[in-house]
């Protein structure tokens, strides 16, 4: 690598970045609102307070505002998610129903 690290610890280092800088920001401004997250709005978000917090932070002139707002925007990920019932995942949203082998199978709508 260019700093002279090793390429696991920089990759490492990358994977950290995103899910704290990018992932938990989308997904906490969405948690923000009270409702479920949507998968395909959590880069997007998160890329849109980055760049924003980044931006902030060169006009204010103080480097440390970026960390600090990045922190602050993933809090709402420790509180439980919307219904109290704590943070939900992928698989809680899509539930299968049983089928046999002439019925079509389709996603059944999730239980609240």
Do not use: H, I
Not at 48 to 73: D, E, I, K, N
Not at 100 to 107: G, N, Q, V
Request: hydrophobic letters at 50%.
């Amino acid at each position: 690598m260019a700093d002279g690290s090793a390429p696991l610890l920089a990759a490492l280092r990358f994977a950290l970045f995103a899910g704290l800088a990018l992932v938990g920001p989308g997904v906490a401004l969405q948690r923000l609102l009270l409702r479920r997250w949507d998968p395909a709005l959590v880069l997007p978000l998160g890329l849109l307070f980055g760049a924003f917090t980044y931006w902030l932070s060169l006009v204010v002139g103080a480097p440390w505002v970026f960390p600090v707002l990045v922190l602050a925007a993933n809090l709402p990920l420790l509180l439980p998610g919307p219904g109290g019932k704590g943070p939900r995942g992928l698989r809680s949203e899509v539930r299968f129903r049983r089928c046999s082998f002439l019925s079509r199978c389709s996603p059944s709508p999730s239980t609240p």
